[in-house]
C-alpha cells in the first residue's frame, strides 16, 4: 500500500510557494496562536450562511447552464495521464523542481501566464493560507451587509487570526480525503471550463508536472485529477461545510477569467451547486479580483 499524499504540501506545491509563503505555511495545516475563538456549542454568534438580514440563505432549484452538472469539462485528456507516468523518472531537473514558480502547476494549466495574473499575485502572498483569510474576509463583509468591494492583499497577520474553520485543513472533504486535495480537483476543473486545452498543452502541463520533484503519490493524484472529467457536480459535493463551500468557490473564481462566458458560465453555475447564499458570491468575487490589483 502506497504512502499517503502529504496534501498540505501539494496544495502548497500546486499554488506556488513566493517569498511570502514560509511566514505563512503553518495557517494551512496546523495550531496558530491568536485566532479569533469559536462561538460555544449552542449560541448563534458567527453561524455561516445567516444572512444580514437574520434568516438562513441557501440555494434553490435553480436551472444551471447546460454542460456544467457534471461529465465532460472539454478538453479530454484521455490517456495521456498513462503516458506521463510511464515517463516519470526520466525527466530532466529544469523546470518547476525547485517548486518556487510563481503560480505553481495550477500557472501551467491556465496558459502559463497568458490568462489570469491575479492568480500568481494571490498565491505567492500565502498560498493556501490566503484562500481562508480571503473566503472569511468575504463573509465578515457579506455578513455586514456592506457592498461587495475590493480590498488589499491579506497580510500575514490578518491570516494569522483567521478563524480555525476557514482554513483548509480543519475538516475533511466530504468524503473523508483532506480538504487541500478538493480544493486542487476544484481548480484544475475550473481551469478546464473553457475546453481550450488543446493536445499539445496537456502534454506540456504533464512534463512539467512530472519535473516537479513530487512523488510518486502525488504525481499520481495531480495526473488522476487531469485526466479525470469533472463539473460543477463533482466539486460541490466535496464541501461538508459552508466554509468548504466559499472556499471552493474562491479557489475555482482564482483559477478562471471571468470575462470569458465558459468560465463566467462555470462560476454561477458552481455557485448554485454550492447553495451559495444570494450575494456572497459577489464579495468572494470582488476579494478575487482584488488579489490581481494587489
Same mark, same amino acid.
Request: net charge positive; hydrophobic share 40%.
Given at each position: 500500500m502506497g504512502r499517503m499524499i502529504d496534501a498540505k504540501n501539494l496544495l502548497d506545491r500546486f499554488l506556488g510557494q513566493g517569498a511570502a509563503a514560509g511566514a505563512l505555511r503553518q495557517m494551512a495545516g496546523g495550531s496558530t496562536p491568536a485566532r479569533r475563538p469559536e462561538p460555544a456549542p449552542g449560541q448563534g454568534g458567527n453561524s455561516p450562511w445567516t444572512s444580514p438580514g437574520g434568516t438562513s440563505a441557501g440555494g434553490s432549484g435553480l436551472n444551471l447552464p447546460g454542460g456544467f452538472t457534471g461529465g465532460s469539462t472539454g478538453g479530454s485528456l484521455g490517456g495521456l495521464a498513462d503516458a506521463a507516468r510511464q515517463a516519470m523518472g526520466q525527466s530532466g531537473k529544469g523546470g518547476? $523542481?525547485? &517548486?518556487?514558480?510563481?503560480?505553481?502547476?495550477? &500557472? +501551467? +494549466? =491556465? *496558459?502559463? &501566464?497568458?490568462?489570469?495574473? *491575479?492568480?500568481?499575485r494571490a498565491l505567492t502572498h500565502g498560498g493556501a493560507a490566503l484562500l481562508g483569510a480571503l473566503a472569511s474576509r468575504a463573509y465578515e463583509?457579506?455578513?455586514? *451587509? /456592506?457592498?461587495?468591494? /475590493?480590498?488589499?492583499?491579506a497580510t500575514p497577520q490578518e491570516a494569522e487570526r483567521v478563524e480555525q474553520?476557514?482554513?483548509? $485543513? $480543519?475538516?475533511?472533504?466530504?468524503?473523508?480525503?483532506?480538504?487541500e486535495l478538493a480544493l486542487i480537483r476544484a481548480m484544475i476543473a475550473a481551469a478546464k471550463a473553457d475546453g481550450h486545452i488543446d493536445a499539445e498543452e496537456q502534454r506540456r502541463i504533464f512534463a512539467k508536472v512530472d519535473e516537479a520533484g513530487l512523488d510518486a503519490e502525488a504525481k499520481g493524484f495531480v495526473f488522476d485529477a487531469l485526466a479525470a472529467p469533472a463539473g460543477v457536480s463533482e466539486v460541490a459535493a466535496s464541501a461538508s461545510t459552508p466554509e468548504q463551500a466559499a472556499e471552493l468557490y474562491l479557489a475555482s473564481r482564482? $483559477? =478562471?477569467?471571468?470575462?470569458?462566458?465558459a468560465e463566467r458560465a462555470y462560476l454561477e453555475a458552481l455557485a448554485h451547486r454550492l447553495k451559495l447564499p444570494e450575494g456572497l458570491a459577489a464579495h468572494l468575487d470582488r476579494q478575487a479580483e482584488g488579489t490581481a490589483e494587489g
Open positions: 518547476l $523542481a525547485a &517548486g518556487g514558480a510563481a503560480g505553481g502547476l495550477l &500557472g +501551467l +494549466l =491556465v *496558459g502559463g &501566464g497568458k490568462k489570469k495574473s *491575479g492568480l500568481n463583509n457579506w455578513q455586514k *451587509g /456592506q457592498a461587495p468591494h /475590493q480590498s488589499p492583499l474553520r476557514f482554513l483548509p $485543513a $480543519a475538516k475533511p472533504a466530504s468524503d473523508g480525503q483532506p480538504f482564482l $483559477a =478562471v477569467d471571468p470575462d470569458q462566458p
